[in-house]
């Protein structure tokens, strides 16, 4: 099986009001700590989305392994990230994980169980309720090009059109940085 990953990272962050993909984390950035997950993860192929702090990222974040995937309409939400990544995935690939770059806490081990289901959609149950990252099916590519909104994907799964592999994951779904408090939160050192 073939797998893209691709690591979403090119909000604004207007709720926070600063880069959070730069925002210290242990001893890195936040977006450098998202990253290396997703090289632990072995992904046939790696992405991640750039936009509103692109040319900080490029020059704070080590981009090594990665492939670029420039959004200019990130501002419309993450469902441009997804569309504008679909068309520079590989051919070969059987599906493509989403990750969110603020969300460090997520566990290779469950990107790589959710990667690998059968399904046309996978996401990972946690006890608290569905969170990233998800899995999208090369059948549903054409339907991922066509997204808009930050809820888009989450429209997709709930929509009943295709069957859906839920993979259990252990606790609460894992802090995505979105506020001052989030990341608060996560330097205290609670990741989930």
Same mark, same amino acid.
């Given at each position: 099986?073939?797998?893209?990953?691709? /690591?979403?990272?090119?909000?604004? $962050?207007?709720?926070?009001?600063?880069?959070?993909?730069? =925002?210290?984390?242990?001893?890195?950035?936040?977006?450098?700590?998202?990253?290396?997950?997703?090289?632990?993860?072995?992904?046939?192929?790696?992405?991640?989305?750039?936009?509103?702090?692109?040319?900080?990222?490029?020059?704070?974040?080590?981009?090594?392994?990665?492939?670029?995937?420039?959004?200019?309409?990130?501002?419309?939400?993450?469902?441009?990230?997804?569309?504008?990544?679909?068309?520079? /995935?590989d051919p070969?690939?059987?599906?493509?994980?989403?990750? =969110?770059? &603020?969300?460090?806490?997520?566990?290779?081990?469950?990107?790589?169980?959710?990667?690998?289901?059968?399904?046309?959609?996978?996401?990972?149950?946690? $006890?608290?309720g569905l969170?990233?990252?998800?899995?999208?099916?090369?059948?549903?590519?054409?339907? =991922?090009?066509? =997204?808009?909104? &930050?809820?888009?994907?989450?429209?997709?799964?709930?929509?009943?059109?295709?069957? /859906?592999?839920? /993979?259990?994951?252990?606790?609460?779904?894992?802090?995505?940085?979105?506020?001052?408090?989030?990341?608060?939160?996560?330097?205290?050192?609670?990741?989930?």
């Amino acid at each position: 099986m073939f797998v893209t990953g691709l /690591v979403l990272a090119a909000g604004a $962050s207007v709720r926070l009001g600063e880069a959070k993909q730069l =925002l210290p984390y242990r001893g890195r950035t936040l977006l450098d700590a998202t990253l290396e997950l997703a090289r632990s993860c072995g992904f046939d192929q790696l992405l991640v989305g750039l936009g509103g702090a692109a040319d900080l990222v490029r020059d704070r974040v080590d981009l090594t392994g990665v492939q670029v995937v420039e959004n200019a309409a990130f501002s419309t939400g993450c469902g441009s990230s997804i569309s504008a990544a679909v068309n520079v /995935v590989d051919p070969r690939a059987d599906g493509l994980l989403l990750l =969110l770059g &603020d969300q460090p806490g997520v566990r290779a081990a469950d990107v790589r169980r959710v990667a690998s289901v059968a399904t046309t959609l996978g996401v990972c149950r946690y $006890s608290d309720g569905l969170g990233h990252p998800f899995r999208f099916g090369r059948e549903v590519f054409p339907e =991922l090009r066509g =997204l808009h909104g &930050d809820k888009a994907v989450w429209k997709l799964l709930h929509s009943g059109r295709h069957p /859906v592999t839920e /993979v259990h994951a252990d606790g609460p779904v894992p802090i995505d940085v979105d506020t001052r408090a989030d990341y608060e939160r996560l330097l205290a050192g609670d990741a989930r």
